[in-house]
């Protein structure tokens, strides 16, 4: 057991100044960061949303009268520490675009179409040996203005909270091969390569579904020599 919280470890995390990322300009801090401990009431609670987790919560599919338009997919993995060891118990939650690219937000006015029957949120707890798993639609790709023809690879948002509120981790998962890797600063604001791999899904045939939908596994390291890159950070 790692008793010893690993430093190193934060270097996979994206950097908070990432000039190609132009948002980051105005957000990151211009002064030296001032540590503040956690009291023990931010550390023991309140817990958040565990208990309202509802049966179907983890199906994006089924959560309107009709089926979302797009690609079917199945979202799975394990939440684990810096040793490998599940994570029982985690608040996982997602959040994504429509297989067009677009959110249902009053802000995502690009001109796609929004699915009636895909709102694009979803959460679920993760058993007792970390594992989670999502039913959801493929999400497209989008553009974001950051600078000229700029698209987003396709992604779905993904959160993890812990026993308490201040202990909630925020990544982005994308997809094998994506062709827009090379031309999105958000993704190359992890500056380590394979810290950056360790971002992008496997494809998992075992666990595909015959005629009804491909499968994907994303596995979130919390900390240790194989984080997964967090925006947090």
Known sequence: MTFIYPTDSNKAHP?????????????????????????LSELTGPVYGHETVREGDND?????TGEPI??????HGH?????????????????????CGRYVHVRDQHPAPLDPNFTGA?????????????????????PWGNHHNAWR????HLSVFGHSFVTRLVT????????????????????????RARMVSSFDLENTQPEWALCYRFDVVLRGKNATPMENH
């Open 79 to 99: 939440v684990r520490d810096e040793d490998g060891r599940g994570v029982p118990n985690s608040l996982v939650e997602i959040w994504q675009a429509n297989s």
């Open 122 to 142: 979803g959460r679920t707890v993760s058993d007792a040996s970390g594992y989670y798993r999502f039913v959801t639609i493929k999400p497209g790709a989008y």
């Open 15 to 39: 950097l908070p100044l990432s000039p190609d990322y132009k948002s980051s300009i105005k957000r990151a801090p211009n002064k030296p960061l001032i540590p503040m401990r956690h009291t």
């Open 153 to 156: 690879p396709a992604h779905i």
């Open 172 to 195: 982005q998962m994308y997809f094998p091969a994506d062709p827009l890797f090379p031309f999105d600063p958000i993704f190359n604001s992890v500056p380590d390569e394979k810290a």
């Open 70 to 75: 797009g690609e079917r997919i199945i979202v």
């Open 60 to 64: 994006l599919t089924t959560q309107h």
